[in-house]
Nanobody
Framework: QVQLVESGGGLVQAGGSLKLSCAAS?????????????MGWFRQAPGKEREFVAR????????SYADSVKGRFTISRDNAKNTIYLQMTSLKPEDTAVYYC???????????WGQGTQVTVSS
């Protein structure tokens, strides 16, 4: 079982930056470690559904982003540390949400989730 633990959330003023981290541990049912999994970030604002933010594949390092964060957020990973990051810049109040780290442990669905970290952007 893969465990994911996010950190780095907090309160920041609009225009500021934050860097989220997600430390992964454990293995999938087939023995894969987090360094061989596609991982991503999602967020959920109050009263809204959880939405995709960014993802990064484990093999090619290909990245994809939601249009709302493109050019402002960067997802990266350190496979040696089994950690992924989300560098967030030019933050806006509408970025306020609980941010979740997730992994694709089987197939193409994100099926392993962290507990989330709160990001609050004040205007």
């Amino acid at each position: 079982q893969v465990q994911l633990v996010e950190s780095g959330g907090g309160l920041v003023q609009a225009g500021g930056s934050l860097k989220l981290s997600c430390a992964a541990s454990g293995r999938t049912a087939t023995g894969r470690t987090a360094s061989t999994l596609t991982m991503g970030w999602f967020r959920q604002a109050p009263g809204k559904e959880r939405e995709f933010v960014a993802r990064r594949t484990w093999n090619t390092g290909s990245t994809s982003y939601a249009d709302s964060v493109k050019g402002r957020f960067t997802i990266s990973r350190d496979n040696a540390k089994n950690t992924i990051y989300l560098q967030m810049t030019s933050l806006k109040p509408e970025d306020t949400a609980v941010y979740y780290c997730a992994a694709q442990t089987r197939g193409l669905d994100f099926d392993s989730w962290g507990q989330g970290t709160q990001v609050t952007v004040s205007s």
